[in-house]
């Protein structure tokens, strides 16, 4: 285990978060300075940390493909801990339990809150709340890798243990590059995004939160009843059309910018995930036709708008779905496991993986009955070999059996079936809002802090594709080895 170059890194993560909390205090001077000391302290002690781990001289410049997933989960779980204490300075939160679950929440962009209103909180904390979702959308150690360029893994294997998707490979030649391309995308769609939202009326504090919320599906906004607040058909379409856009990989991008237009037609999952969208959209606004006087215009607002929340993970509301009919919310909880695509800000369990567990399960069944027949499982036309599709069914019961121990953690509290399961799947889906006490009107503060630890690691879990957190946990990941 290469130990000092992975907290060598882990200090180049802790140093460029102390810096980024400067957006926060700037802010918070601009509208009063309530939570000025909050983040003077907390930027004093974050930076001198890493400033202090930055200096370890590593024998070997080299990681292996254990040292980077490791790197990752303690990275993100310092990260979350180190961005919990402006929370906690701050005093308006109850314990710090409550703060590294609201830290946590915001970075692994699930959006699930303690907070039972948020209005009342300084300008300077509800943006760093959201702040923490655009940093940690498109991943913290692909941002170190873009931004800072003394920084000495060159390998794929820190892409590999952050990055959502079963596969993901380089963009560009080099992973700097491929870095570097990844946020020029997402910074792009974030300033379009919020120039949209100015343009549809809203005041440029809302609209710069609102779009860092949908940049990195988190979900957090500064309005109690959330985008519901505005009332306003026009930021309820741009804001689902953007939170579609970045449920998608972002690969696709790429290949628009490259002309390649035909990589993007025949992509499959991404076909699978629009296709996704429109039918539940039409049975939702079917379903719930009823309870707006058949209005289907209106039904269909409010559909589609939770359709895509759900199904990116964004979290956002302009309804109480908690009082839809059982048919709708079930298609809902759907879309919780089944998340946005690969390659995207998004969670879940990804639409290419649940693409290709059908096509393995309808090879097999081919394999049955026709036993001298070969043929292969692909996607996009190239064969997905066995231990592609192994990885994929290791995955999918790991991500099973965290939820299913979790459930029978956080069952401890006494709460429904409901919402101790519809917890658990938001959590480690990356959600936010789920049914009953945690529906989009509720919060997640009646958990206990034995709970919220739980969910904090489901939202870790969730974030980091379950294995460099399972990794976290295993003994043999702490021994050291030769390199």
């Not at 024998?59 to 490791?70: A, E, H, I, W």
């Not at 990260?79 to 314990?95: K, R, T, V």
């Not at 895509?308 to 059982?326: A, C, E, Q, R």
Request: charge should be positive; aromatic fraction near 14%; charged fraction near 10%.
């Amino acid at each position: 285990m290469n130990f000092a170059l992975i907290f060598r890194l882990i200090g180049h993560v802790l140093f460029l978060e102390g810096l980024l909390m400067a957006l926060p205090l700037a802010v918070s001077v601009l509208y009063g300075g309530e939570d000025l000391l909050s983040f003077v302290a907390t930027m004093f002690l974050v930076i001198a940390v890493g400033q202090m781990l930055r200096r370890l001289e590593p024998k070997v410049q080299t990681f292996r493909s254990r040292d980077g997933f490791l790197c990752v989960a303690l990275s993100w779980v310092l990260l979350a801990f180190f961005g919990a204490l402006p929370f906690y300075f701050s005093g308006y939160f109850a314990s710090f339990v409550d703060c590294f679950f609201e830290s946590v929440s915001g970075f692994t962009t699930t959006g699930a809150s303690i907070l039972p209103e948020v209005e009342s909180l300084p300008k300077g904390i509800l943006f760093w709340r959201s702040f923490t979702h655009w940093i940690g959308g498109m991943g913290v150690l692909v941002f170190v890798l873009a931004v800072m360029p003394n920084v000495s893994a060159s390998t794929l294997h820190l892409l590999k243990a952050e990055s959502p998707g079963p596969s993901p490979g380089k963009i560009m030649p080099r992973i700097r590059e491929t870095a570097q391309m990844l946020y020029l995308i997402y910074f792009g769609l974030t300033i379009v995004h919020i120039i949209c939202l100015l343009l549809a009326g809203l005041p440029l504090y809302d609209a710069v939160i609102t779009s860092m919320g949908s940049a990195g599906t988190g979900g957090f906004s500064n309005r109690n009843l959330s985008i519901g607040a505005y009332n306003n058909v026009a930021v309820e379409m741009i804001t689902a059309i953007f939170m579609m856009l970045f449920g998608v990989n972002f690969s696709i991008y790429y290949c628009c910018l490259k002309k390649d237009f035909r990589s993007v037609a025949k992509n499959e999952e991404l076909r699978l995930y629009l296709t996704i969208i429109v039918v539940v959209t039409i049975l939702i606004t079917i379903n719930i036709l009823s309870l707006f006087d058949f209005s289907i215009l209106q039904s269909l607002r409010y559909a589609f708008f939770q359709v895509v929340s759900i199904m990116t993970t964004t979290g956002y509301s302009t309804i109480d779905f908690n009082l839809w009919p059982t048919f709708s919310k079930a298609l809902l909880v759907t879309l919780m496991v089944i998340g946005a695509s690969a390659g995207s800000t998004g969670g879940g369990v990804k639409v290419v993986r649940i693409l290709i567990l059908c096509k393995a399960a309808m090879h097999e069944i081919g394999k049955i009955i026709y036993p001298r027949r070969v043929r292969t499982v692909k996607n996009d036309g190239y064969t997905v070999e066995e231990s592609g599709l192994r990885s994929i069914g290791l995955f999918f019961f790991c991500y099973m059996m965290i939820a299913f121990v979790a459930f029978l953690l956080v069952s401890l509290d006494g709460f429904d079936l409901i919402t101790s399961g519809t917890a658990v799947f938001s959590a480690l889906g990356n959600i936010g809002p789920g049914f009953e006490v945690i529906g989009p009107m509720g919060n997640w503060s009646a958990f206990s802090p034995f709970s919220k630890l739980v969910f904090s690691f489901c939202m870790l879990a969730g974030r980091l594709e379950v294995f460099p957190m399972l990794l976290l946990l295993s003994p043999m990941a702490w021994k050291r080895s030769e390199i």
